[in-house]
């Protein structure tokens, strides 16, 4: 146990290893859909896309909630642990699962056969215009993480080098614009949970 338990790779796989088992069991069982369809595969990349839904937005609220209310009360000579290691690891998973949860999310749409319907948020067909309204939401989201918050943070962190005022500028652009996506994470999840659940 300790094996798996201290190495991360080894953790995850386990985790997925376990998920597969307990599926295994379900499907023996026949309490879960035993029909492996389009619905199972909507299932499938609905699970990816929530997993990757989660290591997102854990990630963003991490950077409002945790890391960016407690840099002023780190010393100076210790900000570069947070500047130099812990953000840009944090920036890659958050950066690459906002991708993931994007094109899976897009391909259960596909899947769920409401994709166009939900992009043109119902205004042809009436179909499917909360999850629309979310997706729009999160595509803004995303937006805001691919070509604002991680160009901008690639100069803040000092990835790229620029004048120290554009450094400044880059960082409280960032920053504002991962609120801008702190701000819109509650309505949006709002509408992902109420399209299955209260559509
Ligand atoms: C980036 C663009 C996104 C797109 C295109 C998208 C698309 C979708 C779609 C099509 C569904 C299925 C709705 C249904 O028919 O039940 C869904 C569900 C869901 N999404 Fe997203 N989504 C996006 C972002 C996110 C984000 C950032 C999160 C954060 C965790 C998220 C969390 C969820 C959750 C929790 C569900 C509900 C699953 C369920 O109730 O079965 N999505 N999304």
């Not at 290591?55 to 210790?78: A, C, H, R, S, T």
């Not at 690891?89 to 596909?110: C, D, E, K, N």
Request: hydrophobic share 60%; aromatic share 12%; proline share 4%.
């Amino acid at each position: 146990m300790g094996a798996i338990l201290s190495s991360l790779r080894n953790t995850v796989i386990a985790s997925i290893v376990l998920a597969l088992v307990l599926f295994g069991l379900m499907v023996s069982l026949g309490i879960t859909n035993t029909e492996f369809g389009m619905a199972f595969w909507a299932y499938a990349f609905r699970l990816l896309h929530v997993a990757a839904g989660v290591m997102w937005i854990g990630l963003l609220w991490y950077f409002n909630f945790v890391q960016i209310p407690n840099m002023g009360k780190i010393p100076d000579e210790q900000k570069p642990a947070i500047g130099k290691v812990i953000a840009p690891a944090a920036l890659f998973y958050f950066r690459w699962a906002a991708m993931v949860t994007l094109i899976s999310g897009l391909i259960v749409a596909y899947l769920q056969g409401y994709l166009v319907d939900a992009l043109l948020l119902g205004s042809q067909t009436g179909a499917a215009p909360v999850i629309g309204i979310g997706m729009w939401i999160a595509i803004i989201m995303w937006f805001n993480v691919w070509f604002v918050i991680w160009p901008n943070q690639k100069k803040a962190l000092g990835i790229v080098v620029v004048e120290a005022d554009v450094k400044a500028k880059a960082a409280r652009t960032a920053m504002l614009f991962s609120r801008t996506n702190t701000l819109l994470s509650i309505p949006m999840l709002l509408c992902m949970v109420g399209q299955s659940h209260m559509g």
